[in-house]
């Protein structure tokens, strides 16, 4: 089972660096084996805490007999059934999944809030019409789940797009939890992790150097250099230095999931 969820994280959004993924292997009632009752309740309830809880918590998995029984229930925590359906002592299991990066906590419980203040309720568990079919409750808009090679890439995208207002609306980092969780558009979180380098030893250095290339619009690098007064390669040195500190910055932000405040 633990095999099965590995596989199917890689397949999909794989774990990035000091990530995690949790799975609740044997939810059973001493009674009613994988039936409700109050181990199985309880059970849920204490991995839904630990969830809440976690620290960087990209996928979670529960595991459940394939039977259908618990689809709808599941689903409408927005645990939805995977593809594979690994067999165990002779019996079809199924791996019931989230990524909690692209749907974190406090988004999630505020739609489930939502769902309960609407009168709609929790569907009890009952046999769905087919494995795998369980219908998703509304929900807020998937975050993207970008590698850091991928974020990388995004940043300095968006770096060159900040003098053309119209291109930062095709980077993906729109939908990305530290921009997301900021609440403000790219332009502004990218402004903040930029003005964060003056608090930097030789910080200054750096932001003089984004901020001629990329805010005061000069024409080509070699103009940016000419207007610090610098040397070509220094520059360039001074500019490297600068976008792979904001990248920094803002991948740490992306996995803790806290806004940038501006110094």
Known sequence: MVAAAWAHARANEPLRAGEHLALARFTVDPAHYQRPGPATTLTQWRAMGEIFRADRLAWSFVVMRDDGFWDGHLGHFDMLPTDTDPVVGGHSYRLFAHDWRAQPVVPWLAAKADVALSGTGCPEPEPAAAA???????????????????????????????????????????????????????????????????????????????????????????AAAERLGLPFSTYRRHLTSAVERVSDILWRHELDGEPLTRP
């Open 132 to 222: 795998g079919t369980a219908p998703r409750p509304t929900e807020p808009t998937e975050l993207v789940v970008l590698s850091r090679p991928e974020f990388d890439a995004a940043v300095r995208d968006a770096l060159r797009a900040l003098r053309h207002p119209a291109r930062p609306a095709d980077n993906p980092l729109n939908r990305s939890r530290v921009v997301v969780a900021d609440g403000g558009t790219l332009a502004d979180v990218l402004a903040r992790a930029m003005d964060a380098l003056l608090l930097e030893r030789g910080g200054d250095k750096r932001h003089r150097a984004l901020t001629t290339t990329y805010l005061k619009a000069a024409p080509t690098q070699e």
